[in-house]
């Protein structure tokens, strides 16, 4: 039985040159489609300090309802973020000893978050309109 063996006169496949001039044309395609479909950062990072003032504000609530009052007379909504952040460990009740904290967020994601953020009757709130200002929200006829 005979076997054949056939080698092509010319290569198939395509070249250094063409196979980089694809990569390059596909780079470049995928950077204007991510900036066309991206927009601008401001509605991603408006996002991001929804959900972290979400976060925060989901926080101080189950510490306030373990027992440990954050919300006191003259705390600003920044100055429970901070506390969060760094760490809040329940002293009595049944949690005691556990730490409850918001690790990761730095200064920038954390100014972003209290924009969200208000005390009002004694509670974290959160002010989905970003208008949060000294521990007050506004009322629906400010709107």
């Not at 600003?76 to 556990?98: F, N």
């Not at 990761?104 to 208008?131: K, N, P, T």
Request: proline share 3%; glycine share 12%.
């Amino acid at each position: 039985m005979k076997i054949a063996i056939h080698s092509p006169s010319s290569t198939s496949g395509f070249s250094l040159f063409e196979m980089l001039m694809t990569v390059s044309i596909l780079a470049i395609m995928s950077t204007m489609a991510l900036a066309w479909f991206g927009g601008s950062g401001s509605e991603v990072r408006q996002a991001r300090d929804q959900r972290n003032a979400q976060t925060l504000c989901t926080l101080c609530q189950a510490v306030e309802a373990a027992g440990m009052p954050l919300t006191e007379e003259g705390h600003s909504p920044m100055d429970i973020a901070r506390r969060l952040v760094e760490g809040v460990t329940i002293e009595t009740g049944a949690l005691k000893g556990r730490t409850f904290h918001v690790p990761g967020l730095g200064a920038e994601e954390l100014h972003g978050a209290v924009r969200f953020l208000s005390i009002q009757d004694g509670q974290m709130r959160y002010d989905v309109s970003g208008q949060a200002q000294d521990g007050k929200t506004r009322t629906d006829g400010e709107i």
